[in-house]
């Protein structure tokens, strides 16, 4: 926890520790002296956050006091023992000049994002797991101009924007009596009444999909967010699917049709050979044609591990997997 080298800890039961550095997995020579002290330490993280753990309640979300985020599940789930990830933070936000030093972009696609945030189009970031999508968030936070009121909604508080106004608030699950739970559907209609410029969600991972979508076609330009999926194509088409879980009935081709007009651009984000991060793709999504099929276009690609600008082209026609 001490070596700021490290960028995720992940224990497989009291006697596997491994550590990320600079995206390669490493396996460490420590050890907890056995699975209760394991315990115990779970339990004070859990106690920290107000979060119940035990064999009812066999997952714990929580973070630790520095910001980094802790993922832990239990026996007889985990079989090995207790299993933990710690996701750690940087202590300074990362900007996109940091992003630029680090390769994840060039100069002229850093630019181009500076352009989509200023006009507020709204941006859907995407990728897999640890392929930098909420530490892209946060450098692209610091170029929303100053003076506008951001509302950010969470599940758990991982985001450190840059912006001057902002005002956090973050979903709580249910207590041991199934009562209490606030969800980030619930935080969406609170939002809308809280006056807010521009939309931040951490990561859309359920029905609140429809929420962000309905948001998004109703006036609110410049939202932001992250999303789990590998290409762009394949973003939409999971949008759309946690969308269909709100259990509002919606015939897929109105559904495709919204989505076309709520999401302006897609940023992809992941993981590159040598272990580093860094934008993928930069594509415009442009419409929804009459059979229902995305139309979309890439205006920056990686190719042969370099993001380049794509020449202009007098059609636009559907981006394929690559």
Same mark, same amino acid.
């Given at each position: 926890?001490?070596d700021?080298?490290?960028s995720e800890?992940?224990? $497989?039961?009291?006697?596997?520790?491994?550590?990320?550095r600079a995206?390669?997995?490493?396996?460490?020579? =420590?050890?907890f002296?056995?699975?209760?002290?394991l315990m115990?330490?779970l339990? $004070?993280?859990a106690?920290?956050?107000?979060?119940? =753990?035990?064999e009812?309640?066999?997952?714990?979300?929580? !973070?630790?006091?520095?910001?980094?985020r802790v993922?832990?599940?239990?026996p007889?789930?985990?079989?090995r023992?207790?299993t933990?990830?710690?996701?750690?933070?940087f202590?300074?936000?990362?900007?996109?000049?940091?992003?630029?030093?680090?390769?994840?972009?060039?100069? /002229?696609a850093?630019?181009?994002?500076?352009? %989509?945030v200023?006009?507020k189009?709204n941006?859907?970031? *995407?990728?897999?797991?640890?392929?930098?999508?909420?530490s892209?968030?946060n450098a692209?936070?610091?170029?929303?101009?100053?003076?506008e009121?951001?509302?950010? =909604?969470e599940?758990?508080?991982?985001?450190q924007?840059? +912006?001057?106004?902002?005002?956090?608030?973050?979903?709580r699950?249910?207590?041991?009596?199934?009562?209490?739970?606030?969800t980030?559907?619930? =935080?969406?209609h609170?939002?809308?009444?809280l006056r807010p410029d521009r939309?931040?969600?951490?990561?859309?991972r359920?029905? /609140?999909?429809?929420?962000?979508?309905?948001a998004?076609t109703?006036g609110?330009?410049?939202? %932001? +967010?992250?999303? !789990?999926?590998s !290409?762009?194509?394949?973003?939409l088409?999971?949008?759309?699917?946690l969308?269909?879980?709100s259990?509002?009935?919606?015939?897929?081709?109105a559904l495709?049709c919204?989505v076309?007009?709520a999401i302006?651009?897609i940023?992809?984000?992941?993981?590159?050979?040598?272990?580093g991060?860094g934008?993928?793709h930069?594509? /415009?999504v442009?419409?929804?044609?009459s059979?229902?099929e995305y139309?979309l276009?890439? !205006?920056?690609?990686?190719?042969?591990?370099?993001?380049?600008?794509?020449? *202009?082209?007098?059609?636009?026609p559907?981006v394929g997997?690559d």
């Amino acid at each position: 926890m001490a070596d700021p080298s490290v960028s995720e800890i992940m224990i $497989n039961g009291p006697d596997e520790i491994f550590v990320e550095r600079a995206g390669r997995l490493t396996l460490t020579d =420590l050890s907890f002296p056995s699975s209760r002290a394991l315990m115990a330490a779970l339990s $004070n993280i859990a106690q920290f956050a107000g979060r119940e =753990l035990s064999e009812s309640v066999p997952i714990l979300e929580a !973070h630790l006091p520095d910001g980094s985020r802790v993922e832990a599940v239990l026996p007889p789930v985990s079989a090995r023992g207790p299993t933990v990830a710690i996701r750690r933070f940087f202590k300074e936000g990362l900007t996109m000049e940091r992003l630029l030093e680090f390769g994840a972009l060039t100069p /002229e696609a850093c630019e181009f994002l500076a352009g %989509l945030v200023d006009t507020k189009q709204n941006l859907l970031v *995407a990728g897999g797991t640890g392929s930098g999508k909420t530490s892209l968030l946060n450098a692209l936070s610091g170029l929303i101009p100053t003076g506008e009121r951001v509302v950010v =909604l969470e599940d758990a508080q991982e985001l450190q924007l840059a +912006s001057e106004h902002v005002v956090q608030l973050e979903a709580r699950p249910a207590d041991a009596e199934g009562q209490g739970a606030v969800t980030i559907r619930d =935080l969406f209609h609170a939002t809308l009444r809280l006056r807010p410029d521009r939309i931040v969600v951490g990561e859309i991972r359920g029905p /609140e999909a429809l929420e962000l979508i309905q948001a998004m076609t109703s006036g609110h330009g410049g939202c %932001l +967010s992250t999303i !789990h999926a590998s !290409h762009p194509k394949d973003t939409l088409h999971r949008l759309e699917t946690l969308a269909l879980m709100s259990g509002v009935e919606l015939p897929l081709a109105a559904l495709r049709c919204q989505v076309s007009s709520a999401i302006d651009w897609i940023v992809q984000t992941g993981r590159q050979r040598d272990g580093g991060r860094g934008i993928t793709h930069i594509t /415009e999504v442009q419409s929804c044609s009459s059979s229902g099929e995305y139309r979309l276009r890439d !205006h920056f690609r990686r190719e042969a591990g370099v993001l380049v600008a794509m020449k *202009a082209q007098l059609e636009c026609p559907e981006v394929g997997h690559d």
